[in-house]
């Protein structure tokens, strides 16, 4: 089986790399807004609409697909009421771990599968509270240039480590790619078992 990873991001090929998988990196062209308040429908729609983008990419290239899966992601963060997504520059980064700061806020990640045209996702979700940070500790986070690319400025298991007091719920959620929510969706939507793990 062709396994392929829609996702340049360097966490989700981390993961899936370490759980033993052989893949290929496809990243997806996609529009990343989406008209919804509720995370976790935007996560959801959000990775089927990344793999859809790799599929058609390989269907338009004549390649056959029959035996290939495709995995897919997105992670959205949510904090009093409002999706924070990827920050749109370093003042919007700014403006969202003020946000956090001294603060608890659910961290949502969906997953999405598509095989031999099929597909199927879900979502996982955790909660994460931050400890106060002053603005001071925020300037040095932003000069890292960690927060680029992350949903609500922060990578968890970067720099922004030191500023986490207690997670509840699926680590790798907030990472980006929730092994457990795909080993499941996996085996309930299409009896896979990835290699070396549940067969």
């Known amino acids: 089986m062709r396994i392929i990873l829609a996702s340049g ?14 893949f290929e990196i496809m990243v997806p062209e996609t529009d990343e807004n989406m008209d919804t308040a509720d995370p976790a429908m935007l996560v959801r729609g959000l990775s089927l ?10 269907v338009a290239a004549g390649e056959d697909i029959r035996d290939t899966l495709i995995i897919s992601s997105d ?11 990827k920050p749109a520059d370093r003042a ?11 603060r608890e806020h659910w961290v949502y990640t969906g997953v999405a599968a598509i095989y031999d045209r099929r597909e199927a996702a879900d979502v996982a979700r955790a909660e994460v509270k ?49 092994a457990q929510t795909l080993f499941d969706l996996l085996l309930r939507e299409f009896n896979i078992g990835l290699p070396g793990i549940r067969q």
């Not at 919007?92 to 001294?102: P, Y």
Request: proline share 2%; with cysteine; hydrophobic share 40%.
């Open 9 to 22: 991001s360097p966490r989700r090929r981390e993961i899936l790399a370490g759980l033993g998988e052989d």
């Open 49 to 58: 609409r990344k793999g859809r983008a790799v599929r058609e990419r390989l």
């Open 75 to 85: 992670t959205a963060v949510f904090c009093a009421g409002e999706i924070l997504g």
């Open 92 to 102: 919007d980064a700014r403006r969202m771990l003020s946000m956090l700061s001294g």
């Open 130 to 178: 931050f400890s106060r940070i002053d603005d001071a500790e925020i300037e040095a986070y932003l000069d890292t240039g960690e927060y680029a690319d992350k949903a609500g400025a922060y990578a968890v298991q970067g720099r922004a480590a030191c500023f986490i007091k207690e997670v509840w719920g699926d680590y790798l959620a907030v990472v980006g790619l929730p």
